[in-house]
Nanobody
């Protein structure tokens, strides 16, 4: 009942930047936490960055100082600004959100993923 649609992935050279966007839609009453995860081939999905509704953030050690997560509560959207990209950042990036539906039932939803490829 909640759809998350990511955009902004692509191919970039090492040292470059990309900005990922994710918009949530559906029968949403309130979104609490939003996050970005990534999964590289043969690896487990890992948390990249997390943001609470009031804007508190935390990051994986590997991206601290390079990535910035932000959100727009009015638009049910979350963003990930990725700077100084490295080949090891290559992965499929997934948006995640949890909160409450209009029926007051809780939800957790995932986007379909967007590919980020960083060439050396």
């Amino acid at each position: 009942q909640v759809q998350l649609v990511e955009s902004g992935g692509g191919l970039v050279q090492a040292g470059g930047s990309l900005r990922l966007s994710c918009a949530a839609s559906g029968s949403i009453f309130r979104i609490n936490d939003m996050a970005w995860y990534r999964q590289a081939p043969g690896e487990q999905r890992e948390l990249v960055a997390h943001i609470t509704r009031d804007g508190s953030t935390n990051y994986a050690d590997s991206v601290k100082g390079r990535f910035t997560i932000s959100r727009d509560n009015a638009k049910n959207s979350v963003f990930l600004q990725m700077n100084s990209l490295k080949p090891v950042d290559t992965a499929v990036y997934y948006c995640n959100a949890d909160g409450y539906l209009l029926t007051w039932r809780s939800f957790t939803s995932w986007g379909q993923g967007t590919q980020v490829t960083v060439s050396s």
